[in-house]
C-alpha cells in the first residue's frame, strides 16, 4: 500500500463526526493533493464503521479504524495508542487535528511522543516549496503570525470554523482496521453527565449570541438564549458574568475561556475587554449591541448597534422568528 503523506485525526461524537473535523478534513487533503500524496484518516470509538464512507465521500483516502469498546470514550492514553499505531501504519509525516479540547490535549502529546514540530491553533495552511506554511493569531489576535517548516514531522491542529468542509464527492476510501485492545489506559472515563442538551458548543458553533454584564442580572440572560434558539446558535457569555455565576464557565469566550471563531457573532452587552476580543476577534461577521457608543467592542465590529439590549433584543428576535416562519 503506498504511504500516506497526511494523517488526519477525525472526531466523531455519538456515531457523528464533528464539522470541526470535516473542515480539517478539506485542509488536509488540499496538503495530500499538493504534496502529491494521498490522505488517511484515523477515528476512534465503538460501533463507528459506517463513519468509513463518510470520510470516503469527502476525500479520505485509507480510514484507520479504531472501533473498540476501550474507545466509547476519549482518553488520552487509549487515542495516542490509536493514532500512534495509525501513523505507524500510514507512514504520514504530517499530523492533522483540530483545535477542540480534545485535539488540544491529544496533539501536543503525539507531537512529543514523535518529537515532531508543532504548531498549534491555525488559521490557514499552505504548502511552499519544502515548506509547510500556517498562520495563526497570537497575543491574543493582534497579531497574525506567519510560520514555516521544513521539519520532516509536523502536527498541527486548525482553529474551528476557519476552513470551509468540502462538499461530498461520492468517493470512497479503503478500511484498515486498527487493533487497538492492547491500549494501556490507566484513567477511565465511568459515566459522562451531559447539561442543556440540544444547545450547540459555543467554541463549535457557526453562530454565537454573547452576553455580559449589561444584561444587569442572571435572569435577563434569556434574552441571549432567545436570540440564540431562533438562530440555532451557541451561547456565549463574558468572564464578568461567568464570575458572577450567571452562567457556566463552558460558555465563556476570551482569553481564559474558549476561542470561537464563527460567522456570526453576536455582542450583547459586553464592552470588548481585551480579554474577550482574544476569544472572539476572529469571527467573520462581529454585530455588537452596547448603550455607550464608546464602548471598544465597537472597534471590532462590521455591525454596531447603539442601543439598550432591553430593548434591541426582543425586537432581533422576533425579526428572526419572523423570517423562520
Ligand atoms: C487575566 C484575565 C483574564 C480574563 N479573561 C477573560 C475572558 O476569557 N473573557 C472575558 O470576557 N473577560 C476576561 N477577563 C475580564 C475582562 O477584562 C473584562 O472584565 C470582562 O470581559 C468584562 O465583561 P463585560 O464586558 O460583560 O462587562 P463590562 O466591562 O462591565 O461591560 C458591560 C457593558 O455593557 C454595556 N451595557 C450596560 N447596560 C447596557 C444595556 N442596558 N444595553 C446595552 N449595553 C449595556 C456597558 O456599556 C458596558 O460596555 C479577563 C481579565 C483578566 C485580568
Redesign the pocket.
Known amino acids: 500500500m503506498m504511504a500516506n503523506e497526511v494523517l488526519l485525526f477525525v472526531e466523531q461524537r455519538n456515531g457523528e463526526i464533528k464539522k470541526s473535523s470535516l473542515e480539517a478534513l478539506g485542509a488536509a487533503k488540499a496538503i495530500a493533493t499538493s504534496k502529491g500524496g494521498s490522505l488517511g484518516a484515523v477515528v476512534a470509538g465503538e460501533g463507528i464503521s459506517g463513519l468509513a464512507e463518510t470520510l470516503g465521500s469527502h476525500g479520505a483516502d485509507v480510514v484507520y479504524m479504531a472501533d473498540h469498546g476501550d474507545m466509547a470514550h476519549y482518553s488520552t492514553e487509549g487515542y495516542a495508542h490509536a493514532v500512534t499505531q495509525a501513523l505507524d501504519k500510514s507512514g504520514a509525516t504530517i499530523l492533522v487535528g483540530s483545535a477542540t479540547a480534545m485535539g488540544k490535549d491529544l496533539a501536543p502529546r503525539l507531537a512529543a511522543r514523535k518529537d515532531w514540530a508543532f504548531l498549534a491553533d491555525t488559521t490557514s495552511v499552505a504548502i511552499e516549496g519544502d515548506k509547510l506554511v500556517v498562520t495563526r493569531p497570537e497575543y491574543a489576535g493582534k497579531v497574525i503570525s506567519k510560520l514555516a517548516t521544513a521539519a520532516t514531522g509536523v502536527v498541527l491542529t486548525l482553529r474551528p470554523n476557519s476552513f470551509s468542509v468540502p462538499e461530498a464527492s461520492g468517493g470512497s476510501a479503503q478500511v484498515e482496521t486498527l487493533d487497538v485492545s492492547g491500549a494501556n489506559i490507566r484513567a477511565k472515563v465511568v459515566a459522562l453527565e451531559t447539561k442543556e442538551q440540544g444547545l450547540v458548543d459555543v467554541a463549535e458553533a457557526d453562530r454565537v449570541v454573547s452576553?455580559?454584564?449589561?444584561?444587569?442580572e442572571a435572569e435577563n440572560f434569556s434574552l441571549v438564549f432567545d436570540l440564540a434558539k431562533e438562530l440555532g446558535a451557541g451561547v456565549g457569555?463574558?468572564?464578568?458574568?461567568?464570575d458572577a455565576g450567571w452562567i457556566g464557565h463552558d460558555h465563556?469566550?476570551?482569553?481564559?475561556?474558549k476561542t470561537v471563531s464563527p460567522n456570526l457573532y453576536i455582542a450583547?452587552?459586553?464592552?470588548?475587554?481585551?480579554?474577550?476580543l482574544?476569544?472572539m476577534r476572529t469571527s467573520k461577521c462581529i454585530v455588537a449591541?452596547?448603550?455607550?457608543a464608546e464602548?471598544p467592542?465597537f472597534q471590532v465590529a462590521d455591525y454596531g448597534i447603539v442601543?439598550?439590549?432591553?430593548e434591541?433584543l426582543p425586537k432581533l428576535t422576533d425579526a428572526v422568528k419572523a423570517l423562520n416562519s
Open positions: 452576553g455580559g454584564r449589561g444584561l444587569k457569555a463574558s468572564r464578568a458574568v461567568v465563556q469566550v476570551g482569553q481564559t475561556g450583547c452587552g459586553i464592552s470588548g475587554a481585551i480579554q474577550h482574544a476569544g449591541i452596547n448603550k455607550d464602548a467592542i442601543g439598550d439590549v432591553f434591541v
